[in-house]
């Protein structure tokens, strides 16, 4: 298994009314330009869709393509939605279903990769993604005792 450093908090920036998953993003990634990116498989280890399901991307032994320079010892999750529904700019809409999701996977990865931190794209890069302060929101739910530190 790979040396898990980082557990990175992305979002698909597609509109709250979109119900898409780890397929339609596997071909968004995959198909070649310029309708895709061209890339191998999906970028993502992990999708969360609007409803809370949990879906598996890439496997985990294998390194994502999620956040440039970051990819080897870092898992990639996807939470569908970012952007708002007129399609003009960033917004945090997801839905509880898919915090509480959000919350139990981090909660397992944290677990299984000790030494993980937990991040958002934009604390890698100069994004806007996932939309939300994702530090804030780990610690709000560690210093609330909903998770272990």
Known sequence: MRNITKIVIHCAYTRPDMDVGAAEIRRWHVDP??????WADIGYHFVIRRDGTLEIGRPLARAGAHVTNHNANSIGICLVGGMRQDGRGAESNYTQKQWDALEGLVKDLVQRFPNARVLGHSDLANRACPVFDVAAWWAD?????????
């Open 33 to 38: 330009p310029p309708k895709g990116n061209g």
């Open 141 to 149: 739910l560690r210093n609330c005792g909903r998770l272990e530190a």
